[in-house]
């Protein structure tokens, strides 16, 4: 339905910040509400943030409240998420997801997703 790009990932270090990227092609994004998630290796997908469709409403993981900004352009199809303060533990890839219509922070709802991109914080 839709293609989703993820870039931006790479190495900083603690303290450092980072902005990824997330290009959609291929649907009406504006019709999709769009998340972020990680998955570090032998743990579950885990929910880091969300926006709704006009982007008036954000959702954060504990984790990443007050560290982390969700945003996003519907004119240029495009969500962002800034992470700054980051931290070893925010090490992980980072994929984006789109689901039509309301805006959840449950990975399955979601039904088109990136390729992901690879955040690594050193300690």
């Known amino acids: 339905q839709v293609q989703l790009v993820e870039s931006g990932g790479g190495l900083v270090q603690t303290g450092g910040s980072l902005r990824l990227s997330c290009a959609a092609s291929g649907g009406t994004f504006s019709t999709y509400a769009m998340g972020w998630f990680r998955q570090a290796p032998g743990k579950e997908r885990e929910f880091v943030a969300a926006i709704n469709r006009g982007g008036s409403v954000t959702y954060y993981a504990d984790s990443v409240k007050g560290r982390f900004t969700v945003s996003r352009d519907n004119a240029k199809n495009t969500v962002w998420l800034e992470m700054n303060s980051l931290k070893s533990e925010d090490t992980a890839v980072y994929s984006c997801?789109?689901?039509?219509?309301?805006?959840?922070?449950?990975?399955?709802?979601?039904?088109?997703w990136g390729q992901g991109t690879q955040v690594t914080v050193s300690s």
């Open positions: 997801g789109a689901v039509p219509g309301l805006v959840t922070t449950i990975p399955s709802k979601y039904t088109d």
